[in-house]
C-alpha cells in the first residue's frame, strides 16, 4: 500500500540529525523522523488525523530558517537539514510539558491512566524534574453522565485529538471546543451533558485516543486485565492510519 | 571521617515516602555505616538540628506550621531533597486547592461532622491558601518523583549522595509511580 | 458603464443634491456622532433655510477629520479652518463667516500631515458615490483594465507598498504569488478585523472613505485573478458596516463592482462577513476559519493563505489601509509613490493617536517622519505640562519606546529595532503618570484574554507572564521574577503557533528593556514610581511568599 501510495511522488533527499534521509514531497518531517527510529515528542499529533501543530512538542530546527518548525506540519524538502533535539529545542520542550502540568490539576498518582499517560511519559523522558511555574488549580469539571465513559476536565490538555478521530473518522463531530484562552474547554454537542448527546455513538475513539487521563472508561483503569480502549490503543491506532488511507483514495 | 548528617522530615503528605524509605531493607543498615540520621520522624528527635548535610522532605506545604518546618530546614541543610510527588508536585494534598480552604474546614467539620459540628481553631495548624510543592518556598536542590518513590530509587539517591554525584533522578522514577 | 457614461452619472446625482457654492463640512465619524456632530448638522441645515442661504452654503456630512478628542468638528470647503468642539448654537456663526470667504487652517495639527489614505476622508460624503467618482474614483480601476493584471503587479511592485496590517510584507510580491497560483475560484479578502486597543485607522477608512477600500480590492482581484472578495469587519464597527453595505450597492448600480465591470470581461463581486469580536480573527489563517463559519484559529503557515486560503484555493488577504492605497498608486504610479517615505519603507502611514496626549486622533504621515514630531508637532504634545514617559507604537503586539529615541524614524525596520513593531498603526502615548509594570500588565491582561488557546505556549505561557506581572504590582515580585519574565518571554515568543502568541511578550520585553528600573522599584522597594499601582508596605501576606 506505501508502496503504492509512493508511486508518481517526488523524492526528496535530506538530513535529520546528521543522518542522510529521504522522504516522498508529500511527507512530512515527523513521519520521515519515524520511519528513521528519530524520535519526536508530540502530543497533538497522531498518525490518522489531520495535523494541527498546536502542542508545540515536536518543534525543530530548521537550517536556514529562523524560526522553529512543527515537525507535524513541516513538508521535507530536498537538501533541507533537520535537528531534532538541540540543547534550545529540550529546554523548550521541558517547559511546554511544565506549563500544560501547571495548567490543570494533573494528580498522577490518583489518575487512571497513571502508568499509560502519554503527558506523565514524556515528562519522564524529557527529564522533566518538576514543575517550577506556579500550579494553577482550575476548578473544573468531571462530567460523567455518559454510561460507558467518563469526561474529567482536570486532565484535558487540548490536544483535540478526541475532537478530530470523532469528526474526521467516525464522523459524528460529537466534540468540540468551547471557549479561548485558558478557558477552553472540550464539549459534547454544544455544551450538553455527554449521556444527553444525540450524536455522540459511544464508538470509544476519543478515548482511545486520548492521551492522557481526561477521557476514559467507567470502572476500568489502565492496568485492568479485561479490554480497555486506553490499554489497548496500540491495536486501535492502526485503524485510523487505514481509515484515511481509505478516504484519501475515495477523494 | 566523620559521618554524613541526613534528616528526614514529613509536612503534608501519607508517610508512604517514609514507607518507601523504610523498604530500602538491610540497605539502611549498609547506610548507616556512613550516614547517621540526625532527625526523622522515625528517629527520637524534637529539635531539627544545625549543620544538616542532606534532607528528605516528604509531603506538600500546607499549613503555616508546613512553612515555617521547611523554612528553618531550608536554612539548616546543605542539600534539599523533595521525597515524592507531595513534595514536587503538591500531589493529593493539592487536590483542595480548587475549592478553597473554607468550603474544605466546612465539608470536614462540618457538613461530615458525627459528634460536633464546629470547626476548629487550635489544636490544627492554619492552612495555607493553596497547598503547594516545597520548591514554591524555599529552594529545593534534588526532585524524587514517585508516589511513592521505589526504594530502589531512595537507594540510588543517597548512595550517589555519598559518591558526592547530583545524580539524575527522571531515569529512576517518574510522577504518580 | 464607461467612465464618460460614470462621470456623468455622478454629475447628475451631484446636482439632484443641489449644492451650495460653500460645503460646510460636518465630520459623521463615529467618534463626532457620539458627540452629537449630527444635532450640528440639523441646526445648521435650519440656519441656512431661515437665512435663505442655500444657494450660498449646504451641509454636508463628512468622514472623519482627525482631531477626533476636540469634536464635534465642522469645516469649510477644502483646507478651510477646522472649528473644534463646535456646539449646535454655534452654527450662526459658522455660516456667517463661510458667506464671507474661507479661512485657511494653520494649526500643525493639519498641516504637517500628508494624506494620501485619507486624502477623501473629511472631503467627501462617505455614504454618496458621486461624491467619490468626482474627486477620480474609479479612474484608477478604470485604466487598470486596460492594462494586463502583470503590469497592475509591477506597478505596486514598483510602489514598494508593504502590508500595513502589521507585518509589513511587501505587497507586490503577495499579489504575484497568488496571481501565479491556481487559475480559478481565487478570493480578495479585506482584513478589517482591527482590534488593537486605541487602534481606529482602519474604522475612519471605512467610515469616511468606503469606495477607496472597495476600488483597491477591485484592482487587486484583477490583478491577480479573482473574482469574488470578503470585507473581515469586527461587529463593534456598526457605522463602519452600515456605509461599506451601503457604498457595495452603490458601486454595484454603478456597473464599478458585479458583473463585467466598465464593459470588460472582468467580475468581481464583494460580501461582507462580520467577526463575532475575538482579536486573533485579525491573523489571517484564523480569519479565513472564521469565513468559511469554523472556529476562529490560526494554523500553522506554510501553506501560505496566497497558496492555501478560503476552501482551499488561493486567496490574498489584505489589510484596508493598504486596499486604500491601491488607487492613488495607479492613479499617480509606483514611482510616484516609492518618492515618499524612506527606503525601505514607503509612502505614508495612518496612526491613531492616543493616551497622554493633546491631539488624540487620526493623523497620517511620511514614513521616515520621526516620532517626536508626531508626538509633539501634530500630537501637540503630553497634557498638563507632565514629562512624556514612553510612546507604544503597534497595539498589544508592540514595545514601549522611551524617551532618547524620539529621533528615530518611522519605519518597520527602526522601530522593529528598538523592540517594537509598526502594527497596523495604534500609537498610545504615556506620561510619568503611567507605570511601566502597569502598562505591561494591561497588554498581557489582554493577550491571555485574547488567545485562542490552541497552543501551548501561547494560552498558558501568558497567563503564567501575567501573573508574574500581577505579583511584581502587588510588591510581591522577587528579583528572580525578573529572570523568569525574560525566559518565559522567550519561550512564547519562539515557540507560538502564531503572531499573537509571537509578538505578546513585547511589551514585557521592551518594559524590561527600558524601564527595568521601575520594576526593580516595585521588587526591591516595594514602591510604584508612577503612584498606579496599590502596594501595602509591612503588610504583605507572609503565607502567600511564593517563589516559583
Known amino acids: ?251 | 571521617m566523620s559521618k554524613v548528617k541526613a534528616a528526614t522530615i514529613w509536612l503534608d503528605g501519607c508517610s508512604g515516602c517514609h514507607m518507601s524509605f523504610l523498604d530500602m531493607d538491610e540497605r539502611i543498615i549498609d547506610l548507616l555505616e556512613k550516614v547517621d540520621l540526625v532527625y526523622s520522624p522515625l528517629v527520637d528527635n524534637k529539635e531539627f538540628p544545625e549543620m544538616v548535610d542532606v534532607t528528605l522532605v516528604e509531603g506538600a506545604v500546607s499549613s503555616k506550621e508546613d512553612l515555617e518546618k521547611i523554612k528553618k530546614v531550608r536554612e539548616r541543610t546543605k542539600i534539599l531533597v523533595s521525597l515524592g510527588d507531595c513534595a514536587v508536585t503538591a500531589n493529593v494534598p493539592s487536590m483542595r486547592n480548587p475549592f478553597g480552604v473554607d468550603a474544605i474546614m466546612k465539608h470536614a467539620y462540618v457538613d461530615t461532622a458525627v459528634t460536633k459540628d464546629i470547626i476548629p481553631n487550635e489544636v490544627i495548624p492554619e492552612l495555607l491558601e493553596y497547598s503547594r510543592p516545597v520548591h514554591n518556598f524555599v529552594k529545593v536542590d534534588l526532585f524524587l518523583q514517585g508516589c511513592p518513590p521505589p526504594a530502589d530509587a531512595i537507594y540510588f539517591l543517597l548512595t550517589e549522595l555519598l559518591e558526592g554525584r547530583m545524580p539524575d533522578l527522571t531515569k529512576v522514577s517518574r510522577l504518580g509511580k | 458603464m464607461l467612465i464618460e457614461e460614470l462621470l456623468e452619472y455622478a454629475e447628475k446625482l451631484r446636482d439632484r443634491d443641489k449644492p451650495g457654492k460653500h460645503a460646510i463640512k460636518v465630520c459623521s465619524a463615529a467618534g463626532c456622532l457620539s458627540l452629537k456632530s449630527d444635532a450640528v448638522a440639523e441646526e445648521l441645515k435650519k440656519k441656512i433655510t431661515e437665512a435663505g442661504l442655500e444657494e450660498e452654503c449646504w451641509v454636508k456630512p463628512v468622514g472623519c477629520l482627525g482631531l477626533c478628542s476636540k469634536g464635534p468638528l465642522v469645516t469649510v470647503d477644502t483646507d478651510g479652518k477646522v472649528y473644534q468642539e463646535v456646539k449646535p448654537t454655534d452654527a450662526g456663526r459658522i455660516i456667517a463667516r463661510a458667506a464671507e470667504g474661507v479661512s485657511k487652517e494653520t494649526d500643525p495639527f493639519f498641516t504637517r500631515q500628508q494624506k494620501i489614505v485619507l486624502e477623501n476622508s473629511g472631503q467627501v460624503d462617505p455614504e454618496k458615490i458621486q461624491d467619490y467618482i468626482l474627486r477620480d474614483g474609479y479612474l484608477a480601476l478604470n485604466e487598470v483594465l486596460e492594462l494586463t493584471p502583470q503590469e497592475v503587479i509591477d506597478e505596486v511592485t514598483l510602489s514598494g507598498l508593504r502590508g500595513r496590517g502589521g507585518a509589513g510584507y511587501p505587497t507586490g510580491l503577495k499579489w504575484n504569488t497568488v496571481a501565479k497560483t491556481g487559475n480559478v475560484g481565487k478570493y480578495v479578502i479585506c482584513n478589517a478585523d482591527e482590534g488593537d486597543p486605541g487602534a481606529f485607522m482602519d474604522r475612519s477608512v471605512l467610515e469616511g472613505d468606503p469606495h477607496r477600500v472597495l476600488e483597491g480590492m477591485a484592482i487587486a482581484a484583477f490583478a491577480v485573478g479573482a473574482t469574488e472578495g470578503f470585507v473581515y469587519v469586527r461587529a463593534e464597527y456598526p457605522l463602519a458596516i452600515k456605509r461599506l453595505k451601503n457604498a457595495i450597492k452603490q458601486a454595484e448600480r454603478a456597473g464599478v463592482l458585479g458583473k463585467n465591470i466598465f464593459g470588460t470581461t472582468f467580475s468581481f463581486a464583494v460580501e461582507i462577513r462580520i467577526g463575532a469580536g475575538a482579536f486573533v480573527c485579525g491573523e489571517e489563517t484564523a480569519l479565513i476559519a472564521s469565513i468559511e463559519g469554523r472556529r476562529g484559529q490560526p494554523r500553522p503557515r506554510p501553506p501560505y493563505p496566497a497558496q492555501v486560503g478560503l476552501w482551499g484555493s488561493p486567496t490574498l488577504i489584505n489589510n484596508v489601509e493598504t486596499f486604500a492605497n491601491i488607487a492613488p498608486i495607479m492613479r499617480h504610479g509606483g514611482e510616484w509613490y516609492a518618492a515618499i517615505g524612506t527606503e525601505k519603507s514607503k509612502g505614508t502611514k495612518v496612526f491613531a493617536l492616543a493616551g497622554k496626549i493633546n491631539n488624540t486622533g487620526l493623523i497620517e504621515v511620511p514614513m521616515g517622519t520621526k516620532l517626536r514630531d508626531v508626538i509633539y508637532d501634530i500630537g501637540g504634545g503630553i497634557p498638563d505640562g507632565k514629562k512624556f514617559k514612553a510612546v507604544q507604537t503597534g497595539g498589544p503586539s508592540g514595545g514601549c519606546i522611551p524617551e532618547q529615541f524620539l529621533d528615530h524614524p518611522i519605519d518597520y525596520e527602526s522601530l522593529g529595532a528598538l523592540g517594537s513593531i509598526m502594527g497596523s498603526g495604534g500609537m498610545i502615548i504615556m506620561d510619568e503618570t503611567s507605570c511601566m509594570v502597569d502598562v505591561a500588565k494591561y497588554f498581557l491582561d489582554f493577550t491571555k484574554d485574547e488567545s485562542c488557546g490552541k497552543c501551548v505556549p501561547c494560552r498558558v505561557g501568558t497567563v503564567q507572564l501575567y501573573s508574574i506581572l500581577d505579583r511584581i504590582t502587588k510588591g510581591e515580585g522577587t528579583m528572580e521574577d525578573l529572570d523568569e519574565l525574560d525566559d518565559l518571554c522567550d519561550l512564547v515568543k519562539n515557540t507560538s503557533l502564531c503572531g499573537l502568541g509571537q509578538a505578546a511578550p513585547n511589551p514585557v520585553l521592551s518594559t524590561i528593556q527600558y524601564f527595568r528600573d521601575e520594576y526593580v522599584a516595585h521588587i526591591i522597594e516595594k514602591r510604584c514610581p508612577a503612584g498606579v499601582c496599590k502596594i501595602h508596605k509591612g503588610e504583605r501576606k507572609q503565607k502567600e511568599e511564593v517563589m516559583a
Open chain 1, 1 to 251: 500500500m506505501a508502496a503504492l501510495a509512493a508511486a508518481g511522488k517526488k523524492v526528496k533527499t535530506f538530513v535529520i540529525d546528521g543522518k542522510d534521509v529521504s522522504g516522498t514531497e508529500d511527507q512530512t518531517i515527523i513521519e520521515v523522523c519515524r520511519e528513521n527510529n528519530i524520535e519526536i515528542p508530540t502530543l497533538c499529533y497522531l498518525d490518522g488525523l489531520t495535523e494541527i501543530g498546536a502542542c508545540r512538542l515536536c518543534l525543530v530546527e530548521v537550517r536556514g530558517s529562523n524560526k522553529l518548525l512543527p515537525a507535524c506540519v513541516t513538508k521535507v524538502q530536498d537538501n533541507m537539514e533537520v535537528v531534532t533535539s538541540s540543547d534550545k529545542l529540550k529546554n523548550y520542550r521541558v517547559k511546554i510539558l511544565e506549563l500544560l502540568f501547571s495548567e490543570r490539576n494533573h494528580i498522577c498518582s490518583v489518575c487512571v491512566s497513571n502508568g499509560i499517560c502519554e503527558l506523565q511519559n514524556l515528562a519522564q523522558r524529557l527529564g522533566m524534574t518538576h514543575v517550577h511555574y506556579p500550579y494553577l488549580f482550575p476548578k473544573l469539571e468531571v462530567d460523567a453522565s455518559h454510561e460507558r465513559f467518563v469526561l474529567d476536565n482536570n486532565r484535558c490538555i487540548l490536544c483535540t485529538r478526541c475532537v478530530r478521530v470523532c469528526d474526521e473518522i467516525e464522523g459524528a463531530h460529537t466534540w468540540d471546543i468551547m471557549g479561548r484562552g485558558i478557558e477552553s474547554m472540550v464539549i459534547t454537542d454544544l455544551n450538553k451533558p455527554w449521556g444527553e448527546s444525540e450524536s455522540c455513538t459511544s464508538c470509544g475513539k476519543c478515548v482511545a485516543v486520548c492521551p492522557t487521563g481526561a477521557l476514559v472508561e467507567k470502572y476500568k483503569n489502565a492496568v485492568d486485565k479485561s479490554f480497555s480502549y486506553k490499554k489497548d490503543k496500540l491495536k486501535f491506532l492502526p485503524y485510523l492510519t487505514t481509515m484515511r488511507e481509505v478516504k484519501n483514495e475515495q477523494s
